[in-house]
């Protein structure tokens, strides 16, 4: 059975930093290429990073590049993504996942979230 468990989550200030980590587990993660999305509260999934199975390539929506960094440990199975400089309008649940994002619906396995607040 496919596992995907994210934590990390939590309450930040405008400008602070967290880190979103995500065990996985039941399938080969060292094989399988990794996306973040999220969920704004109101609004619709939207894709935030991609890495692919040796964490040699990476992407981000535009919105994140440069205070976002995408990660992985395939000793560990964990993916990780340090969000650094956070703003109001990063919050949301975020979702970690082997599936793939398309039409604003998610497909494939993902985990449950994690709730990310930016509030002063």
């Known amino acids: 059975e496919v596992q995907l468990v994210e934590s990390g989550g939590g309450l930040v200030q405008p400008g602070g930093s967290l880190r979103l980590s995500c065990a996985a587990s039941?399938?080969?993660?060292?094989?399988?290429?990794m996306r973040w999305v999220r969920q704004a509260p109101g609004k619709g999934l939207e894709w935030v990073s991609f890495?692919?199975?040796?964490?040699?390539?990476?992407t981000y929506t535009d919105s994140v590049k440069g205070r976002f960094t995408i990660s992985r440990d395939n000793a560990k199975n964990t993916l990780y993504l340090q969000m650094n400089s956070l703003r109001p309008e990063d919050t949301a649940v975020y979702y970690c996942?082997?599936?793939?994002?398309?039409?604003?619906?998610?497909?494939?396995?993902w985990g449950q979230g994690t709730q990310v607040t930016v509030s002063s």
């Open positions: 890495i692919n199975s040796d964490g040699s390539s990476t």
């Open positions: 039941g399938f080969t993660f060292s094989r399988s290429a």
């Open positions: 996942g082997s599936g793939y994002l398309t039409r604003g619906r998610r497909y494939g396995d």
